[in-house]
């Protein structure tokens, strides 16, 4: 949620901060704004809605400065207009923040009190609680004189989620980062600093990157920095070399970045897969991810926790475990399990999964189970993010980096991981024969080559989605390792069409939603021939039988469920542990088309952003 940038350096900041910006539009993009040093004052530029309106604005703006700092943002406190964009000014001082101040009512009423008593007033430009920060650090700066000084007073009555940059007119060569909560990492390049809230901004200018903890403070100086901690004592910290280069942010000739990333899914899956399949012997292993072997064999029971999609790969996940290894799994998801009091042992292994590493409620999960004593893995994207750091095993979803808002090679590339998880657990259990992990791991190889040839639904939903558009909604129904799909495909058609939409099990619907059903709603049907088909189509009968429009998904060669569907679509023939992989791409196509012929913008749909680091 918001993206922030800040540079010194000799560059000019407009160019870096704008590029900087630009990469992480993922976390926000209701409204955006620079402040950048011009004669001597920090000149601010901000526009609302997308990036590129504020581009427009900033294209004749001048600054003649080397300093400045950038936001583009994800609404929390008041509406998405100009007067609440960042950066927020208070008598010189800029700032731009990422999360939530949860006391700043009690703050504004002090300080106005405190204004009060000096004869003075304390006039508030927007509804943000951003604003109350530049006024708390302007204040400050009346005393202290010091930048660091000021920031440092502040620090401890700031109760929330925060991320935050500070500059100064009166300190035209500084800049302060601090932090509690969301992500902000600082790099050293050549002659410059650049501070983000995510390393993709960065890595243009250099893969030396420092992450800035909670309570810890940034003091930029010109071209370099120092870290203090939260009582102004100076620390020393690692610096992580990132070892992978800025990810191309190119549509590659696709019309959004989210029809890009479904194609390349085939690919991310193979990739995800890769370090952990022997081809030749035909066997999974998960050495090297922090877990030891013993750890596996003891484990008992399994907790999977995430939000949104990830948790949906994680539902996948516990089909798979419970079926292959027999071991008891719990899934939730992470805004619930942490407020619930949770009954947790060390025999429990805890997977924490995450696209973006930064989900503010998966990590304080992470953290809810450390205290516990229960043992994490993390299912990640990006490397070097908060739950990766913090967790005591690690997975790599490698998928490269996901811009479309809405998850796709991120989930099927977690589904993939599940299986290996399943696989390993039932192995360190001694619950595998050979001959299964075999039969498995080829069916898992031939995924990808199986998913390419599901591609082929992008010219069915291309051509159906001027007549999808129009249904008054959509039901998804599967059952087993089905059922998280329908949940899954329901999920994007609401976030990127805006339509009603939901998922079920299909042995659920005649329990009431089957009440939904007339001529104008859709019934998605995930029917792919395995132990549970037959059950599977007496459900769609009876959703046929009210009148309900069928589209089918289902396994190559099925005549039967063609003869019940208006439109029936063919998923190639797998072994049931890779059926979600291949229902995943129809049902992403589907929401895909039918938003575009909505005229939504798929890559960013309204409200939304990639990055949900506050709770
Ligand atoms: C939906 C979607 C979200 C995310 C959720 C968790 O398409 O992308 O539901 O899955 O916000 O995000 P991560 O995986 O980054 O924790």
Wanted: charge should be neutral; charged fraction near 20%.
């Amino acid at each position: 949620m918001c993206g922030i940038v800040g540079y010194s350096g000799p560059q000019n900041p407009k160019d870096v901060i704008m590029g900087g910006l630009k990469s992480l539009e993922y976390r926000g993009y209701d409204s955006a704004g620079v402040a950048i040093l011009h004669k001597g004052e920090f000149k601010r530029v901000r526009a609302e809605g997308k990036l590129s309106i504020l581009q427009e604005k900033l294209i004749n703006e001048p600054f003649d400065g080397h300093l400045g700092i950038g936001h583009t943002r994800w609404a929390t406190h008041g509406a998405p207009v100009e007067r609440n964009a960042h950066p927020h000014t208070v008598k010189g001082v800029s700032i731009v923040h990422n999360g939530i101040i949860e006391n700043y009512l009690e703050l504004r009423e002090e300080l106005a009190r405190d204004a009060k008593a000096r004869g003075q007033v304390i006039r508030f430009e927007s509804e943000t609680d951003t604003e109350l920060v530049a006024h708390l650090i302007a204040y400050q700066l009346e005393i202290t004189k010091g930048l660091l000084e000021s920031v440092l007073k502040i620090l401890p009555r700031l109760n929330g989620a925060f991320s935050i940059l500070v500059v100064s007119k009166d300190h035209p060569d500084e800049m302060i980062a601090f932090k509690n909560g969301p992500p902000l990492i600082i790099g050293q390049a050549k002659g410059a600093v650049v501070v983000a809230s995510d390393v993709q901004a960065i890595l243009p200018h250099t893969n030396k990157v420092v992450y800035i903890d909670d309570f810890e403070i940034a003091h930029v100086k010109g071209e370099s920095f120092r870290i203090y901690n939260s009582k102004g004592e100076p620390i020393v910290k690692p610096v992580v070399e990132i070892d992978w280069s800025a990810d191309r942010v190119e549509k590659e000739g696709y019309p959004h970045f989210m029809l890009k990333e479904i194609f390349e899914q085939p690919r991310a899956v193979a990739r995800a897969l890769a370090p952990h399949i022997d081809v030749a012997k035909q066997t999974v292993s998960l050495s090297g991810t922090g877990i030891t072997d013993a750890q596996w064999a003891r484990v008992e029971r399994v907790l999977i926790v995430a939000c949104g999609t990830s948790n949906y790969a994680g539902m996948v996940g516990k089909y798979l475990i419970e079926i292959m290894a027999r071991v008891p799994v719990e899934t939730d998801i992470a805004s619930e399990f942490r407020y619930r009091q949770p009954v947790m042992g060390a025999d429990t292994l805890a997977i924490v999964i995450s696209q973006s590493g930064e989900t503010a409620d998966t990590l304080a999960v992470l953290r809810q189970l450390k205290t516990l004593g229960v043992p994490s893995l993390s299912v990640c994207n990006v490397k070097n993010s908060t739950i990766d750091r913090e967790a005591d095993g690690h997975l790599y979803m490698n998928s490269g980096t996901e811009i479309g808002v809405a998850s796709t090679k991120a989930f099927t590339s977690t589904i993939a991981l599940m299986n290996v998880l399943a696989l390993q657990i039932a192995k360190a259990k001694g619950r595998l024969s050979p001959e299964d992990e075999a039969r498995y791991v080829n069916a898992l190889l031939a995924a990808p080559a199986q998913m390419e040839t599901v591609l082929a639904c992008d010219k069915f939903f291309a051509a159906a989605a001027d007549v999808l558009k129009n249904y008054k909604g959509f039901l998804y129904m599967g059952r087993g390792v089905s059922y998280p799909l329908a949940l899954e495909g329901a999920l994007k058609l609401k976030e990127l069409a805006y339509m009603h939409a939901e998922g079920y099990a299909a042995g659920e619907m005649k329990h009431g939603p089957l009440a939904l059903i007339d001529k104008r709603m859709a019934v998605v049907m995930l029917a792919p021939s395995d132990n549970l088909y037959e059950k599977t189509l007496s459900n769609l009968e009876e959703a046929k039988a009210r009148g309900g429009v069928i589209i089918a998904l289902g396994t190559v060669g099925n005549e039967r469920l063609r003869g019940i569907s208006q439109s029936y679509l063919t998923l190639p023939r797998a072994e049931w542990n890779v059926n979600p992989l291949l229902e995943a791409v129809p049902l992403q196509l589907l929401a895909y088309h039918v938003a575009s012929a909505l005229g939504h913008d798929v890559d960013q749909p309204r409200n939304l952003a990639k990055s949900v680091t506050v709770e």
